[in-house]
């Protein structure tokens, strides 16, 4: 299952467009909704979408977080090589505020 396209956003979607996708199709096939009017299939076929839509938007927000995190464990290890080289006395390239 591509949770992204389960959604209808493309990959390059900010976790706020996903997070406004899901409502929206947890909005159209929540069974409370659509169990007022709907036969027992359509129910049926209600409720599997909305299991999945919720499978779909769970996965991209663990997506979010991984990526989040790797990009926060590399700028620690960015740092910590910066600090090594500066205490070589090493210059490197980073911005005027490095001292």
Do not use: I
């Not at 409502?23 to 299991?51: C, I, M, N, W």
């Not at 960015?78 to 005027?96: E, F, Q, R």
């Amino acid at each position: 299952m591509d949770p992204y396209l389960t959604l209808g956003v493309p990959r390059s979607a900010t976790q706020d467009e996903v997070k406004k996708a899901f409502r929206a199709k947890a909005q159209k096939y929540h069974p409370d909704v659509v169990g007022a009017t709907a036969s027992a299939a359509e129910l049926a076929t209600a409720e599997a979408k909305f299991k999945e839509a919720n499978a779909a938007y769970d996965v991209s927000l663990c997506v979010h977080e991984c990526m989040c995190a790797c990009v926060s464990v590399f700028k620690e290890a960015n740092a910590a090589y910066d600090a090594s080289l500066h205490s070589l006395g090493v210059p490197c390239a980073c911005p005027a505020a490095c001292v």
